[in-house]
């Protein structure tokens, strides 16, 4: 499986935009860049996940570097809410298995 | 939809005892997962199966593990005997084709 590299950890303040980063310069052709976070106590929730283009939803918004080496997860308004671990994870489109590396802490201050 | 249930939220044990968590995936999901997550080893995949069947079971620590899915709503994993080092929090997850998974709330497991 393709690793993905993120810092240990982030801070935000509250009302704010994060830009969580993912390294994964060893992305193959037809690996899904998903990304899903994990509020204290709870199991891990699915964020948003893409291929090729950006993407947008609800919760967050994905931007994908044009040689998809890296993505972007971007929080347009940090709430105390978001704070959660963050995992960035590349799956194979013929693969049903999601691999959790260590994940991108996020503390958000008021 | 309720979600994934997992039962019990917390069990505490003591070395040498039988343990079995349990997990109701969500209606008409295919896949099943379960995972177990520590602070040293962080989240792994330790079996999953597809319409009921084990598919991967690779990440089954020994053989003190088990896993069943009898049918398409319950599944369930056991650990016959149980020893200190199982302590952790266990998930389980369902998904439709596509690998978005739902997660279970977590069962934390106590093994004294």
């Known amino acids: 499986d393709a690793k993905t590299t993120q810092p240990n950890s982030m801070e935000s303040n509250e009302e704010e935009p994060v830009h969580l980063p993912c390294n994964h310069s060893?992305?193959?052709?037809?690996?899904?860049i998903h990304w899903y976070r994990q509020l204290p106590s709870q199991g891990p929730e699915y964020v948003i996940h893409?291929?090729?283009s950006n993407v947008n939803n609800r919760m967050a918004s994905l931007a994908i570097a044009e040689d998809r080496k890296s993505s972007t997860l971007i929080l347009h308004r940090a709430t105390l809410r978001d704070a959660a671990v963050y995992y960035c994870?590349?799956?194979?489109?013929?693969?049903?298995?999601?691999?959790f590396g260590t994940g991108t802490r996020l503390q958000v201050f008021p | 939809d309720a979600g994934v249930i997992q039962s019990p939220r917390h069990e505490v044990t003591e070395m040498g005892q039988e343990v079995t968590l349990r997990c109701k995936p969500i209606?008409?999901?295919?896949?099943l997962f379960w995972y177990r997550q520590t602070m040293m080893r962080g989240l792994e995949l330790l079996i999953y199966?597809?319409?009921?069947?084990?598919?991967?079971d690779s990440g089954m620590p020994e053989d003190r593990f088990s896993a069943k899915m009898p049918n398409a709503s319950f599944s369930t994993l056991k650990i016959q005997p149980s020893e200190p080092r199982d302590s952790a929090v266990y998930f389980c997850?369902?998904?439709?084709?596509?690998?978005?998974?739902?997660f279970g709330a977590g069962t934390r497991l106590s093994v004294l």
């Open positions: 893409g291929l090729t």
């Open positions: 199966f597809n319409n009921n069947v084990p598919i991967d």
């Open positions: 994870i590349l799956t194979a489109y013929n693969t049903d298995k999601l691999i």
């Open positions: 060893t992305i193959s052709g037809t690996d899904y």
């Open positions: 997850a369902s998904s439709p084709p596509g690998n978005i998974q739902y």
């Open positions: 209606s008409g999901h295919d896949y």
